[in-house]
């Protein structure tokens, strides 16, 4: 398509979304990827939704969604001189109750910044005098590498290699949204690449049960408008129903043996969401089997329990309950150069998005 189609398809994209807002109520959908969060900014597309369509953010991001009590259970391993820590780069400012993966590499703990689950296992075979513990944090997006890599640890008989385990579960967290007295929600704009995973049907008890639409997107601003429209669509015609726009990269089916995969290595378990609370069978544990790999029990570490700063409102943000400037700490005490919350350290958080996109307009 030429750059001249191109665009021309977007005018009638929006002139679609005017269209099918026309006459309806006011309405607020739910993107629930944070990678979507940054996109619809970036893209300049939340800036076209029409009046009475309201886009809010969702708990899609992973480090904005790990509680304080897993923060501080890493940064309690970070100061054991035997102990390299091995962890995606988002997570390293993230603040504990006391302290931070930074803080405690800038007083000499071995923190390792990595890219994947496999940098860790080469991390541990490459230091063979320390255990390297691999934080294991995402959805089901990055669930089936940390699997692989511990699946690739026992073969290897690597005896220095643990995770600390916290990946999410999406689907039981949109159910306890929707079974709370969280923010109203009309419909969702569901995450490409966990669907790639869990394909699109995964949620249609979503549409069927809560009687919310949900539409399937990718990431470039065609997609995500048609994506927006099919919604639209659905609220004012009183449907529900799933929609996949991104038949590109998601199956009705998903990706079978990547959940074959994480099934093998990892059992349902209730876990902590910051401001959330427990939610069951919203989260991993490692299997029996697999048991001798879990850092906690290998360093005798709990999590404890989740905190929020004071002044603080990231799990309202999450939760869809408010958008960012709402915040008293927003732009003031909280920016990415001091951040106070989650939200505005993540790439793909929602404060982060709202001040590099938009600050400007709420200060």
Request: proline letters at 6%.
């Amino acid at each position: 398509m030429s750059m001249a189609a191109s665009k021309e398809n977007l005018r009638q994209l929006v002139s679609a979304l005017a269209e099918a807002a026309a006459g309806a109520g006011d309405m607020a959908l739910m993107e629930i990827c944070g990678t979507h969060t940054v996109c619809l900014f970036r893209s300049g597309v939340k800036s076209l939704m029409p009046a009475n369509v309201r886009l809010i953010s969702g708990p899609g991001c992973p480090v904005c969604v790990t509680s304080c009590g897993y923060l501080d259970a890493a940064c309690e391993l970070a100061a054991r001189k035997d102990v390299i820590i091995a962890t995606y780069g988002d997570m390293i400012r993230v603040p504990g109750r006391t302290d931070s993966l930074e803080a405690a590499r800038g007083r000499g703990a071995a923190v390792e910044v990595v890219y994947s689950a496999r940098d860790a296992i080469k991390l541990a075979r490459e230091n063979p005098g320390h255990n390297v513990v691999f934080l294991a944090v995402g959805f089901e997006t990055t669930t089936p590498a940390t699997a692989a890599a511990v699946l690739e640890a026992e073969a290897a008989g690597l005896e220095n290699f643990f995770i600390l385990p916290g990946h999410k579960v999406l689907m039981p967290a949109l159910e306890a949204l929707l079974s709370s007295d969280a923010a109203a929600i009309d419909g969702f704009l569901c995450p490409g690449h966990v669907s790639v995973i869990l394909g699109w049907s995964a949620y249609r008890p979503i549409s069927e049960r809560y009687r919310k639409p949900c539409v399937v997107v990718g990431f470039e601003p065609a997609n995500m408008l048609e994506g927006i429209l099919r919604l639209i669509r659905q609220v004012a015609a009183g449907q529900a129903k799933v929609e996949n726009a991104y038949s590109v990269a998601v199956s009705e089916a998903g990706n079978a043996p990547a959940r074959a995969m994480i099934e093998r290595v990892f059992e349902p378990a209730a876990t902590q969401w910051r401001a959330m609370g427990s939610i069951p069978a919203s989260g991993l544990a490692l299997r029996g089997c697999y048991a001798r790999f879990d850092a906690r029990a290998k360093f005798r570490v709990e999590f404890g329990p989740d905190y929020e700063p004071p002044g603080c409102r990231c799990g309202e943000v999450i939760q869809g309950r408010i958008e960012p400037p709402s915040c008293g700490l927003f732009g003031v005490r909280c920016s990415p150069a001091t951040p106070v919350g989650p939200c505005m350290v993540s790439s793909e958080g929602t404060c982060a998005a709202w001040y590099k996109y938009n600050l400007h307009r709420h200060r």
